[in-house]
């Protein structure tokens, strides 16, 4: 085993890391709630276009907030409104570096190394499952977006069948086209400058079945980019409200967001809309507890005690944004996040994380957009013990739990409407996960044999500003990575339908998915083929949730899966045999 060991995870020679979650409030930036109703108690949006406020995103008319720039001082005494928050991405709870990963010859689309597909029985997915559905990634980017850039596609994210590109600068009438948008104001135009995420969300939710690399769900899918994440730093809410009203707009119709290719004067652009079918948030906030009143109390990391009132303007701003999607027939997918957390659970109930309990506070953790209502929120299961058999035989076997357990870093969490108005977890797919001990054989990790716990995904290195991105190829985990699995089955559901409602696909969505018990008795070692190590040959005894210790008592299955864990076969059953 390497003697690399980074937050307590042994992996082989590779460069792992584990980022974090984070939250900054802007100085000069805010979203504020409009109304053009003169009885209403708040501003309208003649009164802050009338300000010496600059109006960066107005989205007055869509979801009835606008995000402007300047002092408070000059905020109108009737405002409402919130300082703008910057967010970092849900990150990969651990990930192997592209650039230590080398890109296979001539892969099988549906190769082992992807076993979450493999668990959804991804072969029996045509190539072309998905056509005529677009997935917005709102995100860090997806390579080959940025028209005439000079930068090279990736092979299983086709520039203009499958990735959709915008050119940063508007046609000869002043409109931009997209449909991919970079709303952050970098400058730069779509498509990502140096942070593959973005473009790992793409390929898991729907790289092509092209006979190279690997396969999303939704093979036959068209991914949007809508960059919210700059060159450097993190997200901002405003421009996260932004690309969800841009992406969800129907593509007949335009809105008025700040993009482009230079946007030193951040200026609203008449924008036309993306006419995206699912949008995939692969970001969020850290878990938020709100306090009704009062001096905000010390919480251990990484709750983040914030007042009610907070807690209600974010959720309105996020559930506004949920409603005008679904209202354009647009589906928003969010990750319930990578705390270990569990939402909606007052740190007072014993199915709370057990550092996390006191027995003093009934408030309850939440977390943004996943909490807010209508978004469709996602929890992350992984396999624990995914390897090569130590003979060198070829043979892959499973030495523990199965795919579809609880991954140990996912938040889950049932319904509180009290606090949130949404769910913690509505269901569950897989993530990844990471194991602590062998994952398989000694001699197979050193020999270099991919790590299987990891979801294998598109990929690329290098930075946009310093020369050409290079296509790759990666291993990652993390509810990042489990909301597009579940935005690839969206799509398909959009592809194969007769112009479905979200509503629709959402029902289809949970009401196919499988609960499944937690840690289910009979799960060895043993239970699988080939030979197990003896270090991992342990035995689950059906009562005890996937991370022991973790959470005292057992948790209802629920409380981890929500509806259950997705079934895409299921799901698209019903269209396979018409």
Known sequence: MSDRQLGGVNGPSGNFSTRSVSMETSDDRFIVSVDDDPDADTVSMGEMSGSNYTIVHDLSE???????????????????????????????????????????????????????????????????????????????????????????????????????????????????????????????????????HGTECAG?????????????????????????????????????????????????????????????????????????????????????????????????SPLIAVPLRTIAFFGGMYTSAAQYALSEGTLPIASAGNSGVGLGIPLSDDRQVPRLQDPEIDAAPVTFPANAEG?????????????????????????????????????????????????????????????????????AIEAGDPIFDLLYTTAFT????????????????GTSFSAPNVAGLAALLYGFGDDPTPEAVRTTIEESAEQLPVGRAGQTAAASVGTPNAATDSVFDGDSPSAPGRVSGRLDPADHRGNGHIDVLAAIEPFLQG
């Open 462 to 477: 290098g930075d946009r500003r310093g020369g050409s991105l290079s296509p790759n190829f990666t291993f990652t985990a």
């Open 204 to 300: 898991t939710a729907a790289a092509a079945d092209n006979g190279t690399g690997v396969a999303g769900i939704a093979p036959g899918a068209e991914i949007v980019d809508l960059r919210v994440f700059p060159a450097e730093g993190g997200a901002a809410t405003g421009d996260i409200l932004a690309a969800m009203v841009a992406g969800a707009t129907p593509r007949d119709e335009t809105v008025n967001v700040t993009v482009g290719e230079v946007v030193d004067d951040s200026m609203p652009r008449e924008v036309r809309g993306s006419g995206c079918d699912v949008l995939n948030l692969s970001l969020g906030l850290p878990p938020l507890v709100p306090i009704p009143e009062g001096p905000l109390p010390s919480l251990p």
């Open 375 to 443: 978004f469709v929120s996602v929890g992350a299961t992984g396999p624990i013990g995914y390897g090569w058999s130590a003979d060198g035989d070829g043979v892959f076997f499973q030495t523990e739990l199965p795919e579809y357990e609880p991954a140990q870093y996912s938040n889950y969490g049932t319904s509180d409407p009290t606090i949130a108005g949404g769910t913690a977890v509505d269901v569950t797919a897989g993530g990844g996960n990471f194991d602590s001990g062998a994952f398989a054989s000694i001699d």
């Open 62 to 196: 869509e979801i009835g907030y606008v995000v402007v720039q300047g002092d408070e001082s000059w905020m109108p005494a009737e405002a409402e409104f919130v300082r703008d928050r910057v967010i970092q991405i849900d990150d990969p709870v651990t990930q192997l570096s592209p650039d230590e990963v080398a890109k296979p010859d001539g892969l099988d689309p549906q190769s082992i190394q992807q076993w979450d597909k493999l668990e959804q029985n991804a072969g029996q997915i045509p190539a072309d499952a998905g056509s005529g559905a677009r997935i917005g990634i709102v995100d860090s980017g997806v390579i080959g977006a940025k028209a005439g850039d000079g930068v090279p596609e990736h092979p299983d994210l086709p520039r203009g069948s499958k990735v959709l590109t915008g050119s940063g600068e508007p046609n000869d009438d002043g409109v931009f086209e997209g449909p991919s948008y970079n709303f952050t104001g970098d400058g730069t135009g779509p498509g990502p400058v140096t942070d593959p």
